[in-house]
């Protein structure tokens, strides 16, 4: 089992460009979770899918950014345009069932705007 | 909307010593996690519990879920260099709702 597979590990854009982060969760898992880490606001969760079909999307910060999951083995997170306070680490993670049994975290995107 | 809240922050042990770190919220919740996050690393679960007043451990970790459902405790026994890291709660109120993190204690040892 290769676990939440996230790409980049590390990106460096400036200001405006588009970002596009991407997932390959846990092969039969059928949640999906894109949070956002940093110091001051801790882990925030952006938005969830459930047999690839977003089901909240509260927590997405504004339009600039999107989600999408075309099959259940790929995700993408993108920003367009990225701003400086979007520096942070984003995680997928994925879970089978009932979201108690807790989630699969993967190791990170840590995005620089600069 | 729901928070839950953890204490301490930050704590700076020695190594050798325990260590407890608690989590609380302001209603009910049916299920209580703990997860441990490495630095360059995504959070990884280390305890799961589901009734109230469990006590469930895995090696040197102990967690309880508190009987009045609102609160949760981790201790850590004899803490090694490798136990440094920022350790998260987690939990549901309800078992098909999502999950909700504390802001985590960051552990550092002192050699």
């Known amino acids: 089992d290769a676990g939440v597979i996230q790409s980049p590990r590390h990106e460096v854009t400036e200001m405006g460009q588009e970002v596009t982060l991407r997932c390959k969760p846990i092969?039969?898992?059928?949640?999906l979770f894109w949070y956002r880490q940093t110091m001051m606001r801790g882990l925030e969760l952006l938005i969830y899918f459930n047999n690839n079909v977003p089901i909240d999307d509260s927590g997405m910060p504004e339009d600039r950014f999107s989600a999408k999951m075309p099959n259940a083995s790929f995700s993408t997170l993108k920003i367009q345009p990225s701003e400086p306070r979007d520096s942070a680490v984003y995680f997928c993670?994925?879970?089978?069932?009932?979201?108690?049994?807790?989630?699969?975290f993967g190791s990170g995107t840590r995005l620089t705007v600069v | 909307g729901q928070q839950l809240n953890q204490s301490p922050q930050s704590m700076f042990i020695q190594e050798g010593e325990d260590v407890s770190m608690n989590c609380t919220s302001s209603?009910?919740?049916?299920?209580w996690l703990w997860y441990k996050q490495e630095p360059g690393e995504g959070p990884v679960l280390l305890i799961a519990?589901?009734?109230?007043?469990e006590l469930t451990s895995n090696g040197r970790l102990t967690a309880q879920f508190g009987i009045t459902r609102k609160d949760s405790f981790l201790n850590i026994s004899a803490s090694i260099p490798s136990d440094v890291g920022i350790y998260f709660c987690a939990g549901t109120p309800n078992r098909d709702d999502k999950i909700i993190f504390g802001k985590g204690t960051r552990l550092h040892i002192l050699p």
């Open positions: 519990l589901y009734k109230a007043g």
């Open positions: 993670a994925s879970s089978l069932g009932a979201q108690v049994y807790g989630y699969t």
């Open positions: 092969s039969g898992h059928d949640y």
């Open positions: 209603s009910i919740f049916n299920t």
